[in-house]
């Protein structure tokens, strides 16, 4: 139930952001609706052990809420608004969002988006990282804390594969979430997805081209928009400690409930194409 209350909750404040990043509310039903009962996030709403994913969607969902916050009001007519608590109060939730999930430590790139895409100097990217700096510094500390208490930056699973096997295993690693983002047919606790032993065409040559083409894809879509740009971000970050592949036991090696958050900035990406397709079809079949 608690679960379950929490992804309520993300999916709440996701339609809410999705509204103030001026999406209409059409568009923003549609995609909360999508990620609310989208088959990947069985294992993180079901399963206790998914909660880490839904505590840090809901702190760093907040943290930007509060961002976004700080930036209405820095660019408000009214000289006067303080806009420093909403700046505290993203800090204090990006903070909870590392407590929840270190993936939060790769996340600081979102802000110095939202910094530089918002910023009335266009250009001036010295002031957005000054702006980003206080979320930079908090994820310093919790790196070195958790390096304190660990003894150790990561520990390898057991029987952990090589680093040359973790880099070819990559590209058939990324095709499969994609193939679970767009195609979720078969949903399980464990799939039979295992380390790419040597190179060949279907384990390594095929993924690495549609990886390719996708990337390229989705480097497409950023460039059409700054909300665009941001689910790309939104997708990516989160979704980097994937390719930590050594991190996993080789039967393990994949799980849906990383692309929790990333399910979203997918959606975030492709939905104003979407939008653009339909309208550009109805204005020439009217």
């Known amino acids: 139930l608690f679960n379950v209350l ?4 993300v999916c709440l404040l996701a339609f809410l952001l999705l509204r103030r990043w001026n999406f209409s509310a059409l568009i923003s039903f549609a995609i909360t609706l999508i990620f609310a009962v989208h088959p990947v996030h069985v294992e993180s709403v079901a399963w ?12 760093f969902l907040g943290s930007l809420w509060f961002t976004q916050n700080f930036l209405d009001k820095k660019s408000a007519a009214d000289a006067n608004t303080n806009a420093t608590l909403d700046l505290i109060l993203a800090i204090v939730f990006y903070v909870f ?7 939060a430590l790769l996340c600081v790139p979102v802000y110095l988006l939202m910094f530089s895409g918002n910023s009335d100097q266009s250009g001036n990217y010295k002031t957005s990282i000054i702006k980003t700096m206080p979320f930079f510094i ?3 500390i919790y790196f070195f804390i958790r390096w304190a208490i660990l003894g150790a930056i990561s520990r390898p699973a057991e029987e952990a594969v090589s680093f040359e096997t ?34 060949d065409f ?24 700054f909300i665009q740009k941001l689910g790309l971000a939104l997708f990516i970050f989160p979704l980097l400690p994937i390719f930590n ?8 090696i994949v ?13 975030m990406m492709i939905f104003p194409l979407l939008q653009d397709l339909f309208t550009k079809y109805f204005k020439e079949n009217s």
């Open 97 to 103: 969002a590392l407590g929840s999930k270190e993936v």
């Open 202 to 225: 279907f384990g390594f040559f095929l993924p690495l081209m549609i990886s390719i083409v996708a990337c390229f894809s989705f480097y497409l879509l950023a460039r059409r928009s």
């Open 6 to 9: 929490l992804h309520i909750g």
């Open 255 to 267: 799980h849906d409930r990383y692309l929790y958050l990333p399910l979203l900035g997918f959606l």
């Open 245 to 252: 592949i050594s991190a996993f036991i080789p039967e393990q």
């Open 138 to 140: 908090a994820a310093i």
């Open 48 to 59: 206790v052990s998914g909660s880490p994913d839904l505590l840090f969607g809901i702190f």
């Open 166 to 199: 973790a880099l070819i295993s990559a590209p058939a690693v990324f095709v499969f979430y994609l193939k679970q983002i767009i195609f979720p047919i078969s949903i399980a606790a464990n799939y039979p997805l295992r380390p790419v032993l040597q190179i």
